[in-house]
């Protein structure tokens, strides 16, 4: 109920279209689908060239030329948003080892639940943001100064606590802040 709260307080009302960016992960788009129904959902495109590369290196080998040639190719399958011929080419592949048989098999699951998620032409036509790296740097601005200076040590209660306070501080929403907490 946060999620929405907290979007309907930042102007979500008004919002022509809500748009969802995760990694992939199927819980993001659960609380997606609860909270926003009918949000465009986009996995953060260099989450999904992550998951290439790390196929790449441990299909062909780190470093590999072979290697390095497929990377590039489907990684500018993925930029057009061509899911289905990077399908393809995931199914070509023929790993040698069990643990790489099993990363093909996840990253074909990966790709192919997300397909529509993953449509990055489409999305940039449309002035979307295809990447998440704006919200996660500002995730290590305003958490990560704060909880990770020299010699500091939180427990969850306290690192939660002083989180509040500080997004409270940075949104100017102190006064806010105390009195809600006065009146709750």
């Avoid at 943001?129 to 306290?158: D, H």
Wanted: charged residues 25%; proline residues 2%; contains cysteine.
């Amino acid at each position: 109920m946060a999620y929405l709260w907290e979007a309907q307080r930042r102007g979500l009302r008004r919002a022509a279209q809500v748009i969802i960016i995760g990694d992939g992960a199927p819980w993001v788009w659960g609380i997606a689908a609860e909270h926003f129904p009918g949000a465009i959902e986009i996995v953060d495109l260099y989450h999904a060239r992550e998951h290439l590369t790390q196929l790449s290196n441990l299909v062909y080998g780190v470093g590999s030329t072979k290697g390095k040639q497929w990377t590039t190719a489907r990684l500018a399958q993925l930029d057009e948003g061509d899911v289905e011929s990077l399908l393809v080419s995931l199914r070509r592949l023929r790993p040698t080892t069990v643990q790489t048989q099993e990363a093909v098999r996840q990253a074909i699951g990966y790709f192919d639940g997300n397909r529509e998620r993953m449509r990055y032409a489409k999305f940039r036509h449309h002035g979307l943001f295809v990447g998440s790296g704006v919200i996660e740097a500002g995730c290590k601005t305003i958490v990560g100064y704060r909880l990770k200076q020299s010699g500091m040590r939180w427990s969850l209660r306290g690192a939660n606590a002083i989180i509040a306070l500080r997004c409270a501080q940075l949104s100017g929403r102190w006064e806010e802040f105390w009195e809600m907490r006065a009146a709750g």
